[in-house]
């Protein structure tokens, strides 16, 4: 299959891009810097949302992604306007996207079915990988995870999992319409620090942070305001929601087997992880 995958640069889009290779599909990649190593035998591409750059070419299916500082609907609009309605959108969107419609993803979600086009919207649970990513700066420096979570306990997929799923979507392996990505255990921010401890020997702990002292830190250390917005969408607001169990029976059944446990994922990293003692 002929397949475009936006965010090819991104945590998500650059294992789905391996995943698709490997499965002997013809892959264009698409980023804002045309002259990237798209790897394998994909084809790099420019592709930027906000100037309305896209690879004119028709593609079978489209692994459509929102970077997280755009939030207007409109954009994603445009650039779905280029292709042809049969074109099948594998759109990474988040869970509650189904109820939440103050979400930019519910919003999205809805231009898709609103265009017409076929469409998978996978919905993952929070990444396992933000551990080494966005929470990683703040480990590296001071040993600790320091959020305004309180005692949020969430669940917590793998990038590598949530790529399986949307390569498999892409290449019609499963056709729900919507499909949510998790590993179906809850866990808080201070079981997640203990079990990496346990297992790559450090002594990383969770500091709970005030709403204005986590504003006025991230301030401090230079992040925006778009920024700031995001990380309190994913860790302070899910507070005052009731929790609600999650099952991994729909993940495990498009994957294909059981999702990863974050200690499996732990241990995949442990030597990334290890660096931190
Ligand atoms: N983190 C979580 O726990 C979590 C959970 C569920 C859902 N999600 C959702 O997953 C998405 C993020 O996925 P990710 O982690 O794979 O992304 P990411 O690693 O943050 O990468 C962002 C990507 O967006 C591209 N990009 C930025 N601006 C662009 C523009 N104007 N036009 C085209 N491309 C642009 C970047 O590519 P270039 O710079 O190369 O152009 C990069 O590949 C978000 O929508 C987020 O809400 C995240």
Redesign the pocket.
């Known amino acids: 299959m002929n397949i475009l995958v ?8 650059r294992e789905v891009i391996q995943l698709l290779v490997a499965d002997g599909h013809e892959v264009t990649a ?4 045309s002259d ?1 190593d798209a790897g394998g035998t994909a084809i790099a591409a420019q ?5 309305g750059i896209a690879p004119p070419a028709e593609f079978d299916a489209i692994f459509l ?6 939030a207007d609907p409109e954009i994603f609009r445009q650039f779905l306007e280029n292709y042809p309605r049969e074109t099948l959108i594998v759109f ?4 509650g996207a189904d109820t939440k419609t103050y979400l930019p ?1 519910a919003k999205i979600e809805k231009v898709i079915t609103k265009l017409g086009f076929r469409h998978v919207f996978v919905r ?4 396992m ?2 551990l080494l ?2 929470l990683w700066p703040e480990l590296v420096q001071n040993h600790r995870i320091y959020l305004p979570a309180g005692n949020l306990k969430l669940d917590w997929v793998s ?1 590598a999992d ?1 790529a399986a799923v949307c390569a498999n979507a892409l290449s019609g392996k499963f056709a729900i319409p919507a499909v949510s990505v998790c590993s179906g255990a809850l866990k808080g921010f201070t079981e997640v620090c203990l079990t990496i401890n346990r297992i790559a020997g450090t002594r990383i702990s969770y500091e709970r942070a005030s709403l204005p002292g986590f504003v006025w830190y991230l301030r401090k250390t230079g992040n925006t305001w778009t920024y700031i917005g ?1 990380m309190l969408l ?1 860790h302070f607001f899910p507070r005052f929601e009731r929790a609600t169990p999650t099952s991994s029976d729909t993940t495990r059944a498009v994957l294909g087997r059981q999702p990863e446990t974050l200690e499996a994922f732990i241990r995949r990293n442990k030597l990334r992880f290890k660096k931190l003692a």
């Open positions: 936006t965010g090819a640069t991104g945590n998500v889009g698409g980023s804002r810097n990237f592709l930027d949302f906000t100037r992604m929102r970077p997280p500082q755009l990474l969107s988040v869970q993803h993952p649970s929070y990444f990988d933000n990513t966005t990038v949530v995001v994913l």
